[in-house]
């Protein structure tokens, strides 16, 4: 359910929630634990969740809504729609993220996630009809996920508290101000805005968005609620587990501006300088 | 003469490599090569129980075998307590121990459906402190394949998996944070806990 809506989402919602948020979040903090019991303060300032109680109370609506519509709707999704279909239209979606990726890759200073993501648009959009079939991924440029907030993250701006907002779902400050900046930056929140054509597009693209990310973790949101004795506990551990993780995997992603269907010796100034000079 | 001194520098240099560096790194690439083997042989196992003709019981048996000789239940329990291990009396620790097993295997039993027509490729391990890391990917019909990362205690000597990481998320430390959350909502009381698990198991049997 959560993390659904992270990536599209027209701006009006976003500030509705916020307003929610202001208005009954700020009420309720969680009671931190008696001094003198200092592995419960390491563990109470570790999980570093001071707005726990409003965070609950938006997890069970979020929990509410996504049971009698979200949930129904993906599952009607997977039952109608055959996994071809339902792969298209994921990598449509994915390709629109193309410029917004673009620009954070470039923000983060990462020259090869840049490249293969500029590659990426411009095969899959024309060869790949409009981004329907992933033909980059086969000849040499993978794809990769990443946002705003990792950028913040790469620039070692601090997580900060856990925050379940409405609708939205598990976030923090960082992610939520990468959310936002993520809408500003996206050409497609801001081209042709005003017109019919402009709306319709981002509510079709909201709403397959919604059902495409829901549809992903049908199996895994079903699996932690009947396994895990806290649900919100556990969400909150993997969404933060998640993010550590990919903030790793981006920090890690040094590879050379080479793709692979080039041959690696060549301009790695080392190892296939003697037999394969470069041709200049 | 100068030669012959350079000469015996490289072979003073080279004994010396040859006595501390170098046997060291062997055996960490054996504790690694025999890690990736173990896990090899423990996912062609259970890869063989999800995709055989076992009846549920029997697959529920064949699971419980294959925990208890590969994975290190205790320990992993324990973890899971965290800081409530030394508020729990010795009777509470052996009954947690005891129902994290149920847990464990009827967890796993319950979702044996879900991968029926698996496949399991060991792709590469790597030693991190005294444990392996041993890297796979897990391949499931009309699914994206998902790599799943083993830490495996005394890899060299007696490897037992004592964590699973799928896309870099801990198995064991999110079950430390499930029991965590529960426990402080419920007035740190272990009893209740162990109740609530064995709650689960009974459900799903």
């Known amino acids: 359910m959560h993390a659904v809506f992270r990536q599209r989402l027209p701006s009006r919602l976003i500030f509705l929630a916020v307003r929610a948020l202001l208005a009954l979040g700020l009420a309720g ?4 634990p008696p001094a003198d019991d200092p592995d419960a303060v390491a563990d109470f300032v570790q999980t570093n969740d001071p707005l726990e109680p409003t965070n609950r109370v938006f997890y069970k609506i979020n929990d509410g809504i996504d049971t009698v519509i979200l949930k129904p709707a993906a599952q009607a999704y997977r039952y109608v729609l055959p996994d071809r279909v339902r792969t298209g239209v994921h990598n449509v979606l994915d390709n629109l993220g ?64 856990f925050l379940f907002l409405p609708i ?20 497609f929140t801001w081209i042709g805005q005003g017109t019919t054509a402009h709306t319709v597009g981002s509510w079709t693209r909201t709403a397959l968005g919604a059902l495409d990310q829901r549809t992903g973790m049908l199996d895994v ?23 550590t993780a990919k903030l790793a995997t981006l920090r890690a992603d040094n590879q050379a501006t080479i793709p692979i269907w080039w041959p690696q010796g060549k301009n790695t100034g080392e190892t296939g300088q003697s037999q394969n000079p470069t041709p200049r | 003469m100068k030669r012959m001194l350079h000469r015996r520098h490289c072979l003073t240099a080279a004994l010396i490599m040859a006595g501390s560096g170098l046997p060291f790194h062997r055996a960490q690439a054996q504790a690694v090569e025999k890690a990736n083997a173990f896990l090899q042989q423990t996912g062609d196992r259970l890869v063989a129980i999800v995709n055989g003709a076992l ?13 208890e000789g590969t994975v290190d239940v205790d320990g992993v329990a324990r973890f899971c307590l965290g800081r409530f291990w030394r508020i729990a009396s010795t ?20 979702k044996l459906g879900d991968y029926k ?63 965590a959350s529960y426990l402080t909502r419920n007035n740190n009381d272990v009893d209740a806990l162990i109740n609530a698990m064995k709650q689960q198991t009974a459900q799903k049997g």
Request: glycine share 6%; proline share 8%; hydrophobic share 35%.
């Open chain 1, 221 to 243: 949101v079903d699996n932690v609620k009947k396994t895990a004795l806290d649900p919100y506990a556990t969400f909150r551990s993997l969404y933060r587990q998640n993010r």
């Open chain 2, 117 to 179: 027509g698996v496949k399991l490729t060991v792709q590469r391990g790597r030693q991190q402190d005294d444990e392996a890391i041993v890297t796979t990917v897990v391949e499931r019909p009309s699914n994206p394949p998902t790599t799943v990362d083993w830490l495996v205690e005394k890899p060299a000597i007696a490897p037992k998996i004592i964590d699973v990481f799928t896309e870099g998320v801990s198995l064991r430390l999110t079950q430390r944070q499930d029991y």
């Open chain 1, 168 to 187: 939205l779902g598990p976030s923090s400050p960082r992610d939520a101000a990468g959310f936002g900046a993520d809408m500003a930056i996206n050409p």
């Open chain 2, 91 to 110: 009777d509470q620790q052996k009954r947690f121990v005891a129902a994290f097993h149920e847990v464990l295997v009827t967890n796993i039993s319950s």
């Open chain 1, 98 to 161: 193309g410029p917004v990726r673009l620009t954070d890759d470039a923000l983060q200073g990462k020259p090869r996630r840049a490249g293969d993501t500029a590659m990426r648009f411009l095969i899959n959009t024309t060869a790949g009809v409009a981004g329907i079939f992933d033909v980059a991924k086969e000849v040499g440029y993978p794809g990769h996920d990443t946002d705003f907030a990792l950028t913040l993250a790469n620039w070692d701006v601090p997580e900060g508290p």
């Open chain 2, 55 to 67: 009846t549920a019981p029997q697959k529920r048996q064949a699971i419980t075998q294959i925990l």
């Open chain 1, 29 to 32: 903090c969680a009671t931190p």
